[in-house]
């Protein structure tokens, strides 16, 4: 389903992603691991082209886009199959919930209001927050906030949802809420790309992790072979550094369902 081949960026004198080849097929969960700089954020951004990629190729559906001489019409295409739930909530301050969801629907999908408002509601409920659908922004919690921008991507049926460290800005006692609507969504079957340090959450959701370091993916593979038995030293040595204790039972996940 997406197919990522050769992907290469710098940033001046410096190489972020240096060749990178990933395939995901339709209905993966695919997390994707790292310490700081290792290129994750921005290969992510490199899918539906928020960062313009040196080199390489992006296929969604078979629909192929070249990062070196993309187009603007082919750009647009591809990111009508793909929707990113970012890392700040990115919500409309001004508006209500409801309205910050529609707001996609309206004018990018140019739906009747009464049937994007219906979606809306619809996904709102899905991720728990019917009752908060005249609420602003200001009146929500991290968490809440969080989970309305997961709706709004919800709402526009993408190909690909790709979720950027989505619980990276929340307090710790409000990032189980939004892991239980993310794992919700993945027993769902759509697809998702998901960078995150929540190694646990990593292990459990997803069927598919890479490990990144340097630009490079260093190793990928079924969750419970790059948890338990890694086989390249550099994804030993970044599991030892987050715990030292690693073992088979360092990863357990406690559901707050």
């Known amino acids: 389903m997406i197919t990522l081949t050769n992907i290469k960026k710098t940033f001046g004198h410096n190489t972020v992603l240096d060749g990178i080849d990933l395939l995901v097929k339709k209905g993966d969960v695919v997390t994707i691991l790292g310490p700081s700089g290792s290129g994750k954020t921005t290969f992510l951004r490199c899918i539906n082209f928020l960062e313009k990629a040196d080199e390489g190729e992006v296929s969604i559906d078979q629909f192929t886009v070249q990062c070196q001489k993309p187009n603007r019409k082919d750009i647009l295409i591809l990111r009508q199959k793909t929707t990113m739930v970012f890392q700040q909530y990115n919500l409309f301050k001004h508006k209500t919930v409801i309205e910050n969801i529609m707001e996609g629907l309206v004018i990018v999908q140019k739906l009747p209001k009464e049937e994007a408002k219906q979606r809306s509601l619809d996904v709102l409920e899905k991720v728990g927050l019917a009752e908060k659908a005249n609420a602003y922004p200001s009146q929500l919690s991290g968490g809440q906030q969080q ?32 892991l239980s609507v993310i794992r919700k969504i993945a027993e769902e079957g759509i697809t998702m790309i998901i960078v995150t340090h929540e190694m646990s959450f990593a292990r459990e959701v997803s069927n598919h992790v890479v490990f990144m370091d340097g630009g490079k993916i260093v190793e990928q593979g079924h969750p419970e072979d790059i948890f338990l038995n890694p086989k390249e030293d550099r994804t030993k040595q970044f599991f030892k550094r987050i715990n030292p204790t690693h073992s088979p039972y360092s990863y357990i996940y406690e559901k707050t369902i």
């Open 147 to 178: 989970r309305v921008g997961i709706a709004r991507a919800l709402a526009l049926n993408p190909e690909v949802i790709l979720f950027d460290e989505p619980t990276s800005a929340l307090d710790p006692e409000l990032v189980g809420e939004v």
